[in-house]
């Protein structure tokens, strides 16, 4: 046997968590992440409001970088890493190329050649948060706002599609990358309510206390999942993120339970 088929290895085993929270300003998103393990901020905007968490501010891709390699480097005792927000690091990308290029705006290359470029600078950033997460053994948890994208679709039509608040190029590197996408939304209810002024009914929207993180895509906005889960999840007001712990782990658990390694013979 090669050195490299000895080296094949089986069974179900859990690592720390790639994932990505979407959803509206306001629904929680950095609450949630905020219950994961020891965690430490990256952050591109002021967005934690009362919550009270080790946080490093960044305002360049060069100190997002920096923040990275000592991070990867240094000994500590932070187990998740979140990056609040991933959408506020696009500029600093834009900006970091248009220096490299001496230009004044991304657009100033030509048609698409600086959105191009961009993907190189995505590739080694989620490269790195990758090392960080097998070499500390974080969760590295990315969150992004979203946008609001009409999709024609030649089947059902014209749709509306909540999306990362991302280049378009930039998305699928981000959905690939991911182990999870999770759009986080309130349950939402509609009524009808008399307009005494025009003699007319007007349907309003309104949101219960009840959060749910959809992990499974239904054409509403994108969500995904490498675990097997198809249900959304509920998130507490409190303890969100151990919700989803939890629902991950019972995956890897059911799965261990019918996992088989597979011998010569057998």
Avoid at 32 to 45: D, Q, R, Y
Wanted: aromatic share 8%; charged share 25%.
């Amino acid at each position: 046997m090669t050195a490299l088929l000895s080296s094949v290895s089986s069974g179900v085993q859990m690592k720390p968590l790639r994932c990505v929270i979407t959803g509206h300003e306001g629904v929680g998103k950095t609450t949630l992440a905020s219950g994961a393990p020891n965690p430490i901020f990256v952050t591109t905007e002021d967005g934690l409001g009362l919550i009270d968490a080790p946080t490093i501010p960044t305002d360049s891709h060069a100190k997002t970088n920096a923040i990275l390699d000592e991070l990867i480097a240094e000994d500590h005792s932070y187990r998740t890493l979140i990056f609040d927000a991933i959408d506020g690091e696009e500029p600093n990308i834009f900006s970091a190329i248009c220096e490299a290029g001496n230009k004044l705006s991304i657009g100033d290359f030509g048609f698409n050649k600086g959105y191009v470029q961009a993907d190189d600078y995505w590739a080694r950033l989620f490269h790195k948060l990758d090392h960080l997460r097998a070499t500390r053994s974080m969760n590295i948890v990315i969150i992004s706002h979203v946008s609001a994208n009409h999709i024609d679709d030649p089947v059902v039509g014209t749709y509306v599609r909540y999306e990362p608040n991302l280049h378009k190029r930039t998305v699928p590197l981000l959905t690939k990358w991911a182990d999870l996408i999770g759009f986080l939304a309130p349950l939402r209810s509609a009524r009808d309510e008399g307009d005494d002024t025009k003699n007319r009914t007007v349907r309003v929207a309104t949101n219960s206390k009840q959060r749910f993180l959809h992990v499974s895509d239904d054409g509403r906005y994108i969500a995904k999942n490498r675990f097997g889960l198809t249900e959304p999840i509920e998130i507490p007001q409190t303890n969100g993120w151990s919700a989803l712990s939890k629902a991950v782990a019972a995956q890897f658990a059911a799965a261990k339970g019918t996992t088989t390694t597979n011998k010569k013979g057998k």
